[in-house]
């Protein structure tokens, strides 16, 4: 059962969890208890419907409790394992609220009660937290917009006013950016020295170990070129987004101010899909009515097309030079500083 104030993140931190959930074999039912705020159920049904969750609603009735006892018979006659509760908040903490919230509870006995905090409140997530520890006596607490400007201090506050621990912290706006909540790490993150341990953990749950290997193999034998540009930036998009994972990692805090627009890599994959192989293969062929032409097929400027390439090209001397010197990845990391990054053009 999750709770918490509205603007939380309760409804998106739901499809989360059930996503997370689905991952370790299990077999999840979303539950919309929300019947107060305008569009509630259906914005868990987009959720549901994007993962391929299925989700319980009845659109007819305002009794939250009997809607969570029909979902609790629909699960068990669908087999489904877990139910997820998305229940209803408010703009504030008030005694009806609670009370609903205690139904609910009393109905159908959920094995855990989860409080969605948004971290980006600060010590207000504190105030909030007790007040719904007292009322309900939660299980433990879900710290959403963890990839905000925050570094999650308010988790230790959280975490000593009510003694529940943090269970799971949202890192994104993607449905999979969900992670089961570290205190070392977040205790990193908080000193600003980054958290490695998550970056890897997302590299291996993201990149194709087959695809990797068969593509050190073609590197190995060719030059690096425009397809293998765009199969490295299309696994690099399913860790998160680039400034997300930057501020994981050691030494990198400092670049904090440092703008990295994520939306500038689909003009990257715009521009690359908008060439022909021979092209892809060798960029020296791209002369003024190619690139005119590229520009217009990928909705971006003759401008944004000689950046790119002039990036590319140089990206492609870093990997012959890193192709015959093993060492060079040492000099390559030595040589990355915050002008180099405020630079960066695609």
């Known amino acids: 059962m999750l709770v918490g104030l509205q603007g939380s993140g309760k409804t998106t931190t739901s499809g989360k969890l059930a996503n997370l959930l689905r991952k370790q074999g299990k077999n999840p039912l979303l539950v919309a208890c929300d019947v107060y705020r305008p569009a509630a159920i259906k914005q868990l049904q987009v959720v549901g419907k994007q993962l391929n969750i299925?989700?319980?609603?009845?659109?007819t009735s305002k009794d939250v409790v009997h809607i969570a006892k029909q979902a609790m018979s629909t699960a068990i006659s669908k087999l489904n394992d877990v139910v997820i509760l998305d229940t209803a908040g408010r703009l504030h903490i008030d005694e009806e609220l609670m009370d609903e919230l205690k139904n609910v509870k009393q109905g159908v006995k959920p094995h855990e009660i989860l409080l969605v905090v948004d971290a980006m409140t600060g010590q207000d997530a504190v105030n909030v937290a007790e007040k719904f520890n007292e009322a309900l006596g939660i299980d433990g607490v879900v710290l959403t917009k963890l990839d905000g400007d925050t570094r999650g201090g308010s988790a230790l506050s959280v975490k000593k006013v009510t003694g529940k621990p943090i269970k799971f912290a949202a890192t994104g706006e993607k449905l999979s950016d969900l992670e089961v909540f570290h205190p070392d790490r977040m205790a990193s993150r908080i000193l600003g020295m980054g958290d490695i341990l998550s970056v890897i953990e997302k590299a291996e749950e993201s990149f194709d170990l087959e695809q990797a290997q068969e593509m050190e193999k073609q590197l190995k034998k060719k030059e690096f070129d425009l397809d293998d540009y765009l199969k490295q930036i299309r696994q690099m998009k399913k860790m998160g987004s680039f400034s997300s994972i930057l501020k994981m990692i050691p030494g990198m805090n400092a670049l904090k101010d440092v703008e990295i627009d994520?939306?500038?890599?689909?003009?990257?994959?715009?521009?690359?899909?908008?060439?022909?192989?021979k092209e892809k293969r060798d960029t020296r062929l791209?002369?003024?009515?190619?690139?005119?032409?590229?520009?217009?097929?990928?909705?971006?400027?003759?401008?944004?097309?000689?950046?790119?390439?002039?990036?590319?090209?140089?990206?492609?001397?870093?990997?012959?030079?890193?192709k015959n010197d093993k060492g060079s990845m040492k000099k390559l990391m030595r040589g990355i500083d915050e002008n180099s990054l405020k630079n960066f053009k695609f």
């Open 262 to 277: 994520d939306k500038e890599f689909v003009k990257i994959e715009a521009i690359i899909c908008s060439m022909t192989k």
């Open 54 to 59: 299925p989700v319980f609603a009845n659109e």
């Open 286 to 322: 791209l002369n003024a009515s190619r690139r005119q032409r590229i520009a217009k097929g990928s909705g971006t400027t003759v401008q944004d097309i000689n950046r790119f390439i002039k990036s590319f090209e140089m990206t492609q001397k870093m990997m012959k030079k890193m």
